[in-house]
T-cell receptor, first 117, second 112 residues
Framework: AQSVTQLGSHVSVSEGALVLLRCNYS??????LFWYVQYPNQGLQLLLK??????LVKGINGFEAEFKKSETSFHLTKPSAHMSDAAEYFC???????????????FGKGTKLSVKP | DADVTQTPRNRITKTGKRIMLECSQT?????MYWYRQDPGLGLRLIYY???????NKGEISDGYSVSRQAQAKFSLSLESAIPNQTALYFC???????????FGPGTRLTVT
């Protein structure tokens, strides 16, 4: 079984500051990991994903995340926050290569990012 | 045009009424999903379908039913709506086990 914990339901940063959103996962099998972003009044949009291979994954809008197996983490970072980054961010895990989960996504509870001018 | 569409986008209904939320996709994906989103709880899976004849309950299926009318259409019904079904509902699609999910814009449902 898989689970996801996002530390901090709300994170506030100043424009230009580093963005760090934390995600820890639990999985008994090699996971696929995802970050989705939800802008106000919109659906979820994929930011980036890790499947296999390179552990540092780059996504859209300058975001990146690093898969750290030893720490069971997949934290999302962006060097310099922009006002347009204000949104809710969801981390998710799946295990598509293992029968029980059927490749379904398990989502964290989300982190709302505010960006102060 | 959007690849995953949901209708209606907003709906207010009364307790006890039957309501149907519809989802259509033009991506040609085989798998479709219904989620509900509540503040602070993230997204929870209601039902999912791997093809027209393969429908499965998710984490929170009680009080809901679904119909996969065609590969491109997946409807969610609330047979007798209750206030704690007030939420934001999302449809999503995916191709195969390892593809990424694509989400519709959501339906905001209020049950009074």
């Amino acid at each position: 079984a898989q689970s996801v914990t996002q530390l901090g339901s709300h994170v506030s940063v100043s424009e230009g500051a580093l963005v760090l959103l934390r995600c820890n996962y639990s999985s008994s099998v090699p996971p696929y990991l995802f970050w989705y972003v939800q802008y106000p009044n919109q659906g979820l949009q994929l930011l980036l994903k890790y499947t296999t291979g390179a552990t540092l994954v780059k996504g859209i809008n300058g975001f990146e995340a690093e898969f750290k197996k030893s720490e069971t983490s997949f934290h999302l970072t962006k060097p310099s926050a922009h006002m347009s980054d204000a949104a809710e961010y969801f981390c998710a895990v799946s295990a598509p290569n293992y029968g029980g989960s059927q490749g379904n996504l398990i989502f964290g509870k989300g982190t709302k990012l505010s960006v102060k001018p | 045009d959007a690849d995953v569409t949901q209708t209606p986008r907003n709906r207010i209904t009364k307790t006890g009424k039957r309501i149907m939320l519809e989802c259509s996709q033009t991506k040609g994906h085989d798998r479709m999903y219904w989620y509900r989103q509540d503040p602070g709880l993230g997204l929870r899976l209601i039902y999912y379908s791997f093809d027209v004849k393969d429908i499965n309950k998710g984490e929170i299926s009680d009080g809901y039913s679904v119909s996969r009318q065609a590969q491109a259409k997946f409807s969610l019904s609330l047979e007798s709506a209750i206030p704690n079904q007030t939420a934001l509902y999302f449809c999503a699609t995916k191709q195969g086990r390892s593809g990424e999910q694509y989400f519709g814009p959501g339906t905001r449902l209020t049950v009074t």
